[in-house]
């Protein structure tokens, strides 16, 4: 019986994630050409990638990308955690209206950006700034803040995400130890420090974690915002595999570039698990 | 979204020095300086992350969007970028969305509802490997797969079929995802066996027990896993893309795209679209969010 109800489980899984991913090792060692038969290269594809000038910009890119929106996003939800913590009616309708921007598909959200992102004068963002005496910015045109833009979208849509999960971790902190604190007449701040961080260390791990990973394999934001334009000032990992692969064919150097990728993203979980289990046997 | 709700555990034991030790930062609930800070801040907050809603639905509606403006109020109302968005096929890509949303996850839940079953209530050679191999295709990233299943869905190993240009191509792929069989797998095991040993004994087989018997207890989980199974395949961006023959197959959210780099229409025009798509996703979002919250908080629990 539980093998007749996994089957379709199994079945899925070994067709469209498995056999995908042996696929990929195997194509990352041939040069691949349609019609005319794969040709065996060895390790030739892993050391194009590794000496592509494109794609270590692209990596430089993903790497300052994901600290820095990971960051953004983790302070500033857990700003708004702390901020938006209660029971009242009100709260509960701010926290509703905050999270938006993580239901939302990722495509629709850029193209909502793209249009506050305006360069012109008169664009929403630029109309804004102008109020406090801020001259029009480029944002998307010009390859010196594209990037940063892009990271403000990144923060945008992972902020709420990190609020909800903190939310979580505030509500099983024991309220009898902030009573404690309080008779025993620490501040606010000693509070926050002492009582509340070590209890949300767990949310906080996972929170980080969870970004880091989003943000190493980051793809439809930077496809949809700028196509890794402008002059590839925001070509991220995946657009550079996406237009090796699927514009100019490079099946070979695409493949070995994608596992590349999945042996960061596994070396990231497994280090940050060894790393988080050390530190609870302590 | 009841997550920032605090309860109170010492109950009336300990002399509550107020409301103010309901929240970390001892927000007070008395008119004071603190709850003008907290407001301000709050206004901003929903500022950032509403107000963006607000100006893309408002310069949707607008006929003059060409110069797009900050606004909460069309200038000029009209269903003019709509009527246009309808010309470039904007309803045939909502329909492929909704026919690859629908089927993909009525199959996502069947699937998960089945597997989790069985990883529930069975124990069985090889169930340790089974689950290992689910929480391997949780580590993997489906953007790193990209390449090679774009090979796979053209031709099938051992079937020998292609499935691409058809909504299978989007649908089989999303039909088996980890999270939603370990959210239920977890919310079986807690129910309590005896109602399923009661049944036994009147004769009921493995399927029925499910369909009658336990199926109708996981109702709070079915929900979970629905809006987030939801979220998921309409959010499926690079998946479509790579699965579709032509433009004529994308979804809504990837044909977004086309709109945009259409230079005869104006920037209304996408953001009409972008209002489409945006339905779907808010309707289930505001119906089932007390789900959505049960959801998060559980897999943050469970790492």
């Known amino acids: 019986m539980a093998w007749a109800f996994l089957t379709p489980a199994l079945l899925l899984a070994l067709y469209f994630k498995f056999i995908p991913m042996f696929e990929g090792m195997r194509l990352s060692l041939f040069d691949v050409q349609p019609f005319l038969g794969d040709i065996w290269v060895g390790l030739d594809n892993y050391a194009k990638v590794l000496t592509d000038e494109r794609f270590l910009s692209a990596l430089w890119h993903t790497v300052v990308l994901g600290c820095g929106q990971t960051i953004a996003a983790v302070l500033l939800g857990f700003g708004l955690a702390l901020l938006l913590e209660g029971q009242a009616r009100t709260l509960w309708f701010l926290r509703t209206a905050v999270f938006l921007p993580v239901v939302t598909a990722v495509a629709v959200v850029g193209e909502l950006w793209r249009l506050l992102y305006q360069p012109t004068e008169n664009g929403p963002i630029n109309s804004l700034l102008s109020f406090v005496g801020l001259g029009p910015v480029p944002f998307l045109d010009s390859p010196h803040t594209a990037l940063a833009s892009i990271m403000v979208v990144g923060t945008w849509i992972g902020a709420p995400f990190n609020m909800l999960i903190i939310l979580a971790g505030l509500t099983g902190v024991d309220r009898t130890l902030y009573e404690a604190a309080y008779i025993d007449g620490a501040s606010v701040w000693q509070r926050l420090r002492y009582v509340a961080l070590p209890a949300l260390r767990p949310a906080i791990t996972i929170v980080v974690t969870l970004a880091a990973i989003r943000s190493l394999r980051v793809f439809t934001e930077v496809y949809v915002i700028t196509g890794g334009g402008p002059a590839g000032s925001t070509e991220v990992w995946m657009t550079r595999v996406f237009s090796l692969g699927f514009v100019s064919n490079d099946i070979g150097v695409g493949a070995a570039a994608s596992v590349l990728l999945l042996a960061a993203t596994l070396l990231l979980t497994l280090s940050v698990q060894y790393v988080s289990r050390r530190r609870a046997r302590r | 979204m009841s997550a920032g709700g605090t309860t109170t555990t010492s109950g009336g034991r300990v002399r509550r020095g107020s409301a103010r030790l309901d929240t970390t930062l001892g927000w007070s609930p008395r008119f004071g300086p603190g709850l003008i800070a907290r407001a301000v801040l709050c206004s901003i907050a929903l500022f950032v992350f509403a107000a963006p809603f607000i100006t893309t639905v408002a310069a949707a509606f607008d006929d003059n969007s060409r110069a797009t403006e ?150 709070p989980a079915l929900g979970v896993i629905g809006i987030f199974g939801f979220l998921m395949v309409w959010d499926q961006y690079l998946l479509p893309l790579i699965a579709a023959n032509d433009q004529g197959d994308f979804t809504l959210p990837v044909a977004l795209s086309i709109l945009a780099n259409d230079f005869t229409v104006g920037p209304g025009v996408v953001l009409a679209g972008s209002v489409v798509a945006l339905v779907p996703s808010l309707t289930v979002y505001f119906c089932l969010q007390s789900s959505m919250v049960r959801g998060i908080a559980a897999g943050a629990t469970k790492g």
């Open chain 2, 70 to 219: 900050f606004g909460f109020w069309p200038r000029s109302p009209t269903l003019l970028n709509f009527e246009v968005a309808a010309e470039k096929g904007m309803w045939e890509y909502l329909v492929n969305s909704l026919v690859i949303a629908g089927g993909g996850l009525a199959l996502q839940m069947c699937v998960s509802v089945f597997a989790a079953y069985a990883l529930a209530r069975r124990r069985f050679r090889g169930q340790a490997f089974v689950l290992l191999g689910f929480l391997l295709t949780m580590m993997l990233p489906e953007e790193v797969i990209a390449i090679p299943l774009s090979t796979v869905l053209s031709d099938l190993p051992v079937v020998g079929l292609s499935l691409r240009g058809t909504v299978l191509a989007v649908i089989l792929p999303v039909g088996m995802w980890a999270f939603s069989i370990f959210v239920m797998t977890e919310f079986m095991k807690e129910l309590p066996v005896e109602i399923e040993e009661a049944a036994r004994l009147d004769g009921l087989g493995d399927l029925r027990m499910l369909l009658f018997i336990v199926l109708p207890l996981c109702r």
